[in-house]
């Protein structure tokens, strides 16, 4: 099976449930779902790579983004401050949740909307905002903001260029899999780094 045959079969519910994975199960740092995956979407759907509409594209991620970011805002309420005696593994840091406590201190309501744009700030902003008690009204107006900007802009940079040149098209074969590796390589840091300690 070929890659584009691959992205029909599969694509865009597997892409959807990596953006929903990414924020809503705490393995927001070794899952691809962050913006290389948003913007390689949209670059499909201009190709017909995958067989859905931009309108239907956008809509699902969405969707699957403030799901995500739903799920990690009652992991925070439901496990609160424990998160923090947890055990550092492959896919959980401790360092990463600090550092986005410490930028959800600073920033507050803001880090939920700019956090989203910052991948290791991204993965843990709904969980501070659960562990911190902030209201539900206030945390889904923001997410929803969040998601609807960072959804959009990635997206639709990729449909637009892809709409833009055509011929791009030609590459896909090669496109999805160096997608595919760029948002591996932090994983593989992550993973090495590990064995060195062990």
Avoid: C
Wanted: proline share 4%; net charge positive; charged share 15%.
């Amino acid at each position: 099976m070929d890659t584009a045959s691959l992205i029909e079969w599969g694509g865009f519910l597997l892409i959807v449930a990596l953006v929903f994975i990414e924020t809503g199960l705490l393995v927001g740092l070794v899952v691809p779902g962050g913006e290389t995956l948003v913007f390689t979407a949209g670059l499909l759907v201009s190709t017909g790579a995958l067989k859905v509409s931009i309108a239907v594209l956008l809509a699902s991620l969405i969707l699957a983004g403030i799901a995500g970011d739903t799920s990690g805002y009652f992991i925070g309420r439901r496990f609160g401050t424990r998160l923090f005696h947890k055990e550092d593994t492959w896919y959980f840091r401790k360092k990463y949740l600090r550092l986005a406590t410490d930028y959800f201190g600073k920033h507050r309501k803001a880090s939920l909307v700019l956090g989203k744009f910052l991948p290791i700030i991204r993965p843990f902003s709904p969980v501070i905002a659960g562990t911190t008690n902030m209201k539900f009204a206030s945390f889904a107006l923001l997410t929803l903001v969040a998601s609807l900007l960072y959804m959009g802009a990635f997206a639709l940079t990729g449909y637009f260029l892809g709409r833009q040149f055509p011929v791009i098209r030609e590459y896909l074969g090669w496109i999805l899999p160096i997608s595919i590796a760029v948002a591996l390589v932090p994983i593989v840091r992550q993973i090495r780094k590990d064995s060195r300690r062990g």
